[in-house]
């Protein structure tokens, strides 16, 4: 599976984005998907979580609130829709999938990862 990931961009603090992850080919609808993000200096940290048919969702809870995960299926499309933004959700975001497994906050479960697509958010 690829994915390629889009709609990072500057916004101000308090702004919104929304984030796609299109996949490649046909076996998407049995991917668990989820959103990564790594700032500069830090290590890459668990962001959102969907399940396969949308009805499993987790997020941290540093975004909890803020940021809502979806995806649809007919288009082979994951969605992140970034609210009220802070500085500190600035990063690298990294959509990644893997096949038949449960909605996951460990990065080494997935197995199919995006080239990551900029976020960030001024004060």
């Known amino acids: 599976v690829q994915l390629q990931a889009s709609g990072g961009g500057l916004v101000q603090a308090g702004g919104s984005l929304r984030l796609s992850c299109a996949a490649s080919?046909?076996?998407?609808?049995?991917?668990?998907m989820s959103w990564f993000r790594q700032a500069p200096g830090k290590d890459r940290e668990f962001v959102s979580a969907?399940?396969?048919?949308?009805?499993?969702?987790r997020y941290s809870d540093s975004v909890k609130g803020r940021f809502t995960i979806s995806r649809d299926n007919t288009k082979s499309t994951m969605y992140l829709q970034m609210n009220s933004l802070k500085p500190e959700d600035t990063a690298l975001y990294y959509c990644?999938?893997?096949?038949?497994?449960?909605?996951?906050?460990?990065?080494?479960?997935?197995?199919?990862w995006g080239q990551g697509t900029q976020v960030t958010v001024s004060s």
């Open positions: 990644a999938a893997g096949s038949w497994i449960p909605t996951s906050q460990d990065a080494s479960q997935y197995s199919f």
């Open positions: 080919d046909g076996t998407f609808s049995t991917n668990t």
């Open positions: 969907i399940g396969r048919s949308g009805g499993t969702i």
